[in-house]
Structure formats: structure tokens, C-alpha cells
T-cell receptor, first 113, second 114 residues
């Protein structure tokens, strides 16, 4: 069985500060990993995904994430937060056998001026 | 037009009523999913379908049923709605040939059961 743990239901940063959203996963086989973003009153959209090609994955809007197998982590970062980054962020893991994703509980990113 | 369309976007109903949420997609994907989102609980899988004749229960299927009317259409029904089914429901699709399980989501259907 696979699972995802997102540390911190809320993360608050100042505009221009580093964004770090944490995700740890559990999977019995090498997984596929995703970060999705949900802006208010919208559906989820893909930020980036890890598919075993490169451990550092770059996504849209300046976000990136690094796959660390030894730590079973896939943390999301952005060097400088923007007000428009305020949203809910979900980490997900997909079993390479069934391709059915399991989601974390989400982290709400709050950006202060 | 959106690739994954959900109707209705908002619905308020009463306990005991039958409700259907509909989803249609133009992406040509074979796989379709229904998820439920609750604050603090993330997204939980209700049902998924790999093709028209293949429908499977997810982790929280009790109280729900689904129908895959065509490759492009996947509807979710609540036979007798109860207040704890108040939630935001998402339909999603994925392409088996893409090979990772990346999901494409609709805009969501917000259901309130009084």
C-alpha cells in the first residue's frame, strides 16, 4: 500500500521568502510522485511530476521538487514566494503497477505582503 | 471549453434525496475517477473506471454508486444523501498510455446536504 504525508496543514511565508512544502511517501515499489496546486474555487492542476528520469524536477511558476529515495521525500520549493502562489498544494504518489494516485491531506500556503 | 466538465457546479439538497453528479471529458482518456475533498482530509478516491466495462471501488465507496455511460462520461450517484456527504467532488481522467497516473481534473461539484 502507498501513502503520502504532508507535514503542516498550513505554511505561512512573506512575499519574497523561500517556500518549502514537505512531502514524505511510502511505497513498496519505485513510485511516480506529483505535486498539484488548487487555487480558490478551481480544480487541481499539475505543478510537476517525478517519473524516475531526474531527481530534481522543475515545474510551472518557478516551483521545483527533489526526489530523495533515502529519505522517501519529495519536498516542493520555490526560491521567492509571490502573492499569487497562495493556494492549496497536494502531494500525490502513484503506484507504477496500477497508476492510481493517492493524495496527501494538502498544505495551504499563505503569502503575506 | 474545459477538457473535463462537471455538472452541476453547486447543488444544495435535503437528506434522503437522490443526487447525480455528472462528468464528461473530451481528452479521449480511458480512465476516469471520482474523488471527494474534505478540509484537512485531502482527496479520497470514491470510484474509478479503467474503461466502460471496468468499474472499481475506491477507499470510500459506501453510500455512492457510479455509471460509465460511455468512454467520455462517468456519473456519480448518491442514492439517499446524508449530511456527512457534504463535500467538494472532483472528477478526473488519466491516460493509460501516458504511463504515470497523471490526473486531469474538472472544476469540482460542491454538494451541500441539509
Amino acid at each position: 500500500a502507498q501513502s503520502v504525508t504532508q507535514l503542516g496543514s498550513h505554511v505561512s511565508v512573506s512575499e519574497g521568502a523561500l517556500v518549502l512544502l514537505r512531502c514524505n511517501y511510502s511505497s513498496s515499489v519505485p513510485p511516480y510522485l506529483f505535486w498539484y496546486v488548487q487555487y480558490p474555487n478551481q480544480g487541481l492542476q499539475l505543478l510537476l511530476k517525478y517519473t524516475s528520469a531526474a531527481t530534481l524536477v522543475k515545474g510551472i511558476n518557478g516551483f521545483e521538487a527533489e526526489f530523495k529515495k533515502s529519505e522517501t521525500s519529495f519536498h516542493l520549493t520555490k526560491p521567492s514566494a509571490h502573492m499569487s502562489d497562495a493556494a492549496e498544494y497536494f502531494c500525490a504518489v502513484s503506484d507504477p503497477r496500477s497508476y492510481i494516485p493517492t493524495f496527501g491531506r494538502g498544505t495551504s500556503l499563505i503569502v503575506h505582503p | 471549453d474545459a477538457d473535463v466538465t462537471q455538472t452541476p457546479r453547486n447543488r444544495i439538497t435535503k437528506t434522503g434525496k437522490r443526487i447525480m453528479l455528472e462528468c464528461s471529458q473530451t481528452k479521449g482518456h480511458d480512465r476516469m475517477y471520482w474523488y471527494r475533498q474534505d478540509p484537512g482530509l485531502g482527496l479520497r478516491l470514491i470510484y474509478y473506471s479503467f474503461d466502460v466495462k471496468d468499474i472499481n471501488k475506491g477507499e470510500i465507496s459506501d453510500g455512492y454508486s457510479v455509471s460509465r455511460q460511455a468512454q467520455a462520461k462517468f456519473s456519480l450517484s448518491l442514492e439517499s444523501a446524508i449530511p456527512n456527504q457534504t463535500a467538494l467532488y472532483f472528477c478526473a481522467t488519466s491516460d493509460l498510455l501516458e504511463g504515470t497516473g497523471e490526473l486531469f481534473f474538472g472544476e469540482g461539484s460542491r454538494l451541500t446536504v441539509l
